[in-house]
């Protein structure tokens, strides 16, 4: 069964970093685009990277672009999100999503809380 | 960048109701589109991809049609599991850098 297992909420505060995780099972991670989809309060649905386990080819909307590190541990079957400096506007949800005639399957997304 | 354009934003409707929601695209994308459906507080569902093929267990009276720039989903006859909000997208970019529709509320009237 193909799963996507995101790491759980956080609460951080502005300037904070912060790296969230997808892991993946049930399929050959490398052989699959993994995306990264935020989704603000009440909003719809961002693209915004993408990221190729093989060889991490990777790819940002430009939006996203210089705001977000997306990388991926193919030893582990995971992908990463990260921030170096959080902002009271990151506050989302984040989903993890395969990439397969569009998305087949999505993580079960992470929340991500900023706030003084 | 292909730009997706979904109408309408919201709509109103009943059980047993028919409706449609459109989606248009900036360039043509041959039938590399997928509907998905959203309900409050979960992971977004896929209903139809390549455009008009039914995902595995999804009920039929969920149905999408179309190519090139235009393409609509139609549920044939609203249940009440129904009301969530649903989104198209395109899935034709390789690198699969994909694109949102903005996104259709489906409320109860």
């Known amino acids: 069964e193909v799963q996507l297992v995101q790491s759980g909420a956080e609460v951080k505060k502005p300037g904070e970093s912060l790296k969230i995780s997808c892991k993946g099972s049930?399929?050959?991670?490398?052989?699959?685009?993994i995306g990264w989809v935020r989704q603000m309060p009440g909003k719809g649905l961002e693209w915004m990277g993408i990221?190729?386990?093989?060889?991490?080819?990777?790819r940002y909307s430009p939006s996203f672009q210089g705001q977000v590190t997306i990388s991926a541990d193919k030893s582990i079957s995971t992908a990463y999100l990260q921030w170096s400096s959080l902002k009271a506007s990151d506050t989302a949800m984040y989903y993890c999503?395969?990439?397969?005639?569009?998305?087949?399957?999505w993580g079960q997304g992470t929340l991500v809380t900023v706030s003084s | 960048d292909i730009q997706m354009t979904q109408s309408p934003s919201s709509l109103s409707a009943s059980v047993g109701d028919r409706v449609t929601i459109t989606c248009r695209a900036s360039?043509?994308?041959?039938?590399?589109l997928g509907w998905y459906q959203q309900k409050p507080g979960k992971a977004p569902k896929r209903l139809i991809y390549?455009?008009?093929s039914l995902q595995s267990g999804v009920p039929s009276r969920f149905s999408g049609s179309g190519s090139g720039t235009e393409f609509t989903l139609t549920i044939s006859s609203l249940q009440p599991e129904d009301f969530a909000t649903y989104y198209c997208?395109?899935?034709?970019?390789?690198?699969?850098?994909?694109?949102f529709g903005q996104g259709t509320k489906l409320e109860i009237k």
């Open positions: 999503a395969r990439l397969a005639v569009g998305i087949d399957y």
């Open positions: 049930g399929y050959s991670f490398t052989s699959y685009w």
């Open positions: 990221i190729y386990p093989g060889d991490s080819d990777t």
């Open positions: 360039q043509g994308i041959r039938n590399d």
């Open positions: 390549a455009a008009s």
């Open positions: 997208l395109q899935h034709n970019s390789y690198p699969p850098m994909y694109t």
